[in-house]
């Protein structure tokens, strides 16, 4: 029916260009931010998913920082008992000699005053501190005692969610490490290889041995916080992994999508053009 009061092939013509045009923006917009949920009307449920998966990335990176922030407490803890164990397996040597009767008494004098300079420095490692903190050594001020770091147990936060902490006691290991310092009273030191070579020899083995053990644990914790590390970062690139499926762009159908709205819209407005021929064909019927 020809009519001058309603053009339908106009009004589905137009229709059809506004539903062209609307799918050819969100195109645009995906190809060009790279996104395909820009906003919570493009995908709500995803969106929802999405910025839950984001959170636990970014809580799951935090947690990666937290645990090389651990490793790196744990090798400077390593290095220290590394350190005593070289100045302790030395002292034993230094007792070793002395305790020989070939040894004059001027050389266990000049022994002795190596293995105390020694003892004294080992005082001085243990004594070491980690970003402000005694690691080994507690301080007593003023203010009341400060405890050591490794006194109290230690926990680390190895995850995004409360529960994901890894608590760890070094009692053990402390105490372990004390076994070499049995020398409180300075006097202890005086005539050690001089006269008391054999104990020394026994006290220094048990030093050396409990420093070991006392590393074990250093390097056992470390071995835990890399594998930690490890599956933070596996559970970082299957999250990152889960949000792109989501939130990302696919290049290849958008851009396929992206020319068959063009087209559409070049068709639709060919067809609102013939539309509008047909009115002006209506309207000659009257001249």
Request: aromatic share 6%.
């Amino acid at each position: 029916m020809l009519s001058l009061q309603t053009n339908s092939p106009g009004l589905a013509a137009v229709v059809a260009l506004t539903r062209a045009g609307r799918a050819q923006s969100i195109a645009a917009t995906r190809l060009s931010t790279g996104y395909r949920v820009n906003s919570a009307m493009d995908d709500a449920a995803g969106l929802q998913i999405a910025t839950r998966l984001a959170s636990q990335m970014s809580g799951t990176q935090t947690a990666m920082r937290n645990i090389q922030n651990g490793i790196s407490l744990m090798q400077v803890a390593d290095s220290v008992v590394a350190g005593l164990t070289t100045l302790f397996s030395r002292m034993r040597d230094l007792a070793i000699q002395a305790a020989d009767a070939s040894t004059t008494r001027d050389d266990k004098l000049a022994l002795q005053s190596e293995f105390t300079q020694l003892y004294r420095q080992a005082g001085e490692v243990l004594d070491t501190s980690y970003a402000g903190e005694h690691l080994f050594v507690g301080r007593l001020d003023a203010s009341g005692f400060t405890p050591a770091k490794f006194d109290e147990p230690l926990s680390f936060q190895i995850g995004a969610g409360g529960s994901n902490a890894m608590t760890v006691d070094f009692n053990d290991a402390k105490y372990n490490m004390s076994a070499g310092f049995a020398y409180t009273d300075p006097t202890d030191l005086v005539d050690l290889l001089t006269d008391h070579a054999s104990e020394a020899i026994d006290d220094m083995t048990k030093a050396v041995d409990g420093l070991a053990s006392a590393r074990s644990v250093f390097g056992a914790v470390g071995n835990r916080l890399e594998a930690a590390y490890q599956n933070a970062s596996n559970l970082l690139t299957n999250t990152t992994a889960a949000k792109g499926r989501i939130v990302d762009t696919d290049y290849a159908s958008e851009s396929a999508r992206q020319v068959t709205n063009q087209m559409l819209m070049q068709s639709s407005a060919a067809m609102l053009k013939q539309s509008n021929g047909v009115m002006q064909m209506t309207l000659s019927l009257l001249q």
